[in-house]
C-alpha cells in the first residue's frame, strides 16, 4: 500500500512505496528534506540470486554526489529520482595525521642533531672523514626511523556505506588491505551480515597510460575491469591534464573475458565532483551492485581525482 506524505515546505504531496518507509527523500519540487512516516525495514541480506529487490542497491543508475565542506571524504548517493539511499563516509583521521608528522619531524631533528654530536666526539679535531661518516650514517638512520613511525602511527582509510548520515545502520565496508602501495593497492569489500563480497585492486604502472582497476569475486576469478574510457583521451590527460573539466575522466566497467561494457562511471560536467553510475546495460545483473558502488567510490577517492 503506497504511503502519502506532503512537503512540509511547498506542500507537495507525495505517493511513495512501503519500502521508502522511515528514510529521507528529496522533493522534487523545492529541494526540501521529507521524511517519509512508518518504520524503517532492516537491509537484510538476500538469498543467492536475489538482486536486492527491496534493497539500495536495487537500482541500475546511482547518482553520486561528493560533499566538498569536509575533512573526511563524504559522499551523498541518489536514485534516478534524486531520493537519497545512501551515505559514503571514508575519514580522514585528520589529527593522528598530524601526530604522525610531528613524530616524523621530531625523530629526525633529534635524530640528525645526535649523529652531528656523536660525529663531532668520534672524530676529534682531525678527524674529519670519521664525522662525516658518523653525521651521514646517523642523517638516515633517522630519516629511516622517522618514516618508520610516521608509516606506523598513519591508520588505514577505510571506506563504510550507510543508508544516511545518521550512520545508525553499517551496510557496506570496504577496508584498505596495506598502508603503503609501491606496486598496487587491494580493498578488500564486505557486508556485515554475508562476509566478503569480492576484492578491488589497482595497479600503478596501468596508470602511465590507461587508469584501470579490477574486481575480484570472493574466490579470486576476475569479475570486471574499470578503465578509462578512451586510450587516446587517457594519453592526453597525461599531457595536458584535465583542461577544466574539457578532458575529464570518465570509466566503463567490461566483462574481463567478452569485453562487453557493464557500465559506466562519468562525471558531469561541474564545479563540483558529481558522478553517475550507470550499470543499465548489465542487464543480467552480472556485477553485483553493493562492489560496483564501491569500485565507483574508490575511482574518486581512489585516484585523488
Not at 502519502?4 to 527523500?25: F, N, P, Q, S
Not at 564486505?190 to 570472493?218: H, T
Request: charged fraction near 25%.
Amino acid at each position: 500500500m503506497p504511503i502519502v506524505t506532503v512537503c512540509d515546505g511547498c506542500r507537495t504531496e507525495y505517493r511513495l512505496k512501503d519500502e521508502y518507509a522511515g528514510t529521507k527523500v528529496k522533493c522534487k519540487t523545492c529541494g526540501s528534506v521529507i521524511v517519509v512516516p512508518g518504520d524503517r525495514q532492516e537491509y537484510e541480506a538476500p538469498a543467492d540470486g536475489d538482486d536486492r529487490a527491496g534493497g539500495p542497491f536495487r537500482h541500475d543508475r546511482f547518482l553520486i554526489n561528493q560533499k566538498r565542506i569536509s575533512i573526511s571524504e563524504k559522499y551523498y548517493v541518489y536514485d534516478e529520482g534524486q531520493n537519497p539511499i545512501l551515505f559514503v563516509e571514508r575519514p580522514a583521521h585528520f589529527w593522528r595525521h598530524v601526530l604522525a608528522l610531528l613524530a616524523l619531524l621530531f625523530i629526525v631533528t633529534v635524530g640528525i642533531g645526535a649523529s652531528f654530536a656523536a660525529g663531532a666526539a668520534l672524530g676529534g679535531p682531525d678527524g674529519r672523514g670519521l664525522f662525516a661518516a658518523v653525521a651521514a650514517a646517523g642523517v638516515v638512520l633517522s630519516i629511516a626511523a622517522g618514516i618508520a613511525a610516521f608509516i606506523w602511527l598513519v591508520p588505514k582509510r577505510h571506506i563504510y556505506v550507510y543508508p544516511d548520515d545518521t550512520k545508525s545502520q553499517l551496510l557496506l565496508e570496504v577496508f584498505q588491505d596495506r598502508k603503503v602501495n609501491f606496486i598496487r593497492a587491494t580493498y578488500t569489500v564486505l557486508d556485515p551480515k554475508e562476509g566478503v563480497l569480492g576484492r578491488l585492486r589497482k595497479i600503478y604502472l596501468y596508470n602511465l597510460f590507461r587508469k584501470r582497476w579490477q574486481a575480484f569475486r570472493p574466490d579470486g576469478s576476475l569479475w570486471t575491469v574499470a578503465m578509462e574510457d578512451s586510450l587516446i583521451l587517457s594519453l592526453l590527460r597525461r599531457l595536458f591534464g584535465p583542461m577544466l573539466g574539457l578532458l575529464r575522466t570518465n570509466f566503463v566497467m567490461v566483462h574481463p573475458e567478452t569485453g562487453a561494457v557493464l557500465g559506466e562511471f562519468n562525471r558531469k560536467f561541474t564545479l563540483f565532483d558529481r558522478y553517475v553510475l550507470d550499470l543499465s546495460a548489465d542487464r543480467a545483473r552480472a556485477l553485483d551492485r553493493r562492489m560496483a558502488v564501491a569500485l565507483g567510490v574508490l575511482l574518486d577517492t581512489g585516484e585523488r581525482r
